[in-house]
């Protein structure tokens, strides 16, 4: 894959936010979920190796732009979970609010 601007990254992050926002089968919603917080929490455990230099092995460089994306997957999960009633789905997106919320709050050792 190319690597694209940051307004086109943005862009593409968007979409897919807006289309889980969407989505009305709980197995893609949970499959999909899983995957970002598998994601968030290797993120999480190698920003205590790597410092700020994690950073630089996105297409988008930026941690801001890196946790919005990740914090906008974490309130478009709530909100489906909410609205489809599904206690799994509520658990995952959950659980990966509160890793996005620790990456945030994470100070990366010397």
Same mark, same amino acid.
């Given at each position: 894959m190319?690597?694209s601007s940051?307004?086109?990254?943005r862009?593409? #992050?968007?979409?897919?936010?807006e289309? *889980?926002?969407? #989505?009305?089968?709980v197995?893609?919603l949970?499959?999909?979920?899983?995957? #970002?917080?598998?994601?968030a929490?290797?993120?999480?455990a190698?920003?205590?190796?790597?410092?700020?230099?994690?950073?630089?092995?996105?297409?988008?460089k930026?941690k801001?732009?890196?946790l919005?994306y990740?914090e906008? *997957?974490?309130?478009?999960f709530?909100?489906r979970?909410?609205?489809?009633?599904d206690a799994? *789905?509520?658990r995952?997106?959950?659980?990966l609010a509160?890793t996005?919320?620790a990456?945030?709050?994470?100070?990366?050792g010397?």
């Amino acid at each position: 894959m190319t690597e694209s601007s940051p307004e086109e990254w943005r862009s593409r #992050k968007t979409a897919y936010v807006e289309s *889980l926002r969407k #989505k009305t089968e709980v197995g893609p919603l949970r499959v999909s979920c899983a995957d #970002k917080l598998h994601n968030a929490r290797a993120i999480l455990a190698d920003y205590e190796t790597e410092g700020e230099r994690l950073w630089q092995r996105f297409n988008v460089k930026s941690k801001s732009e890196q946790l919005w994306y990740y914090e906008e *997957l974490a309130d478009a999960f709530t909100e489906r979970s909410e609205a489809l009633g599904d206690a799994g *789905l509520r658990r995952l997106a959950r659980q990966l609010a509160v890793t996005v919320s620790a990456i945030r709050r994470h100070q990366p050792g010397p």
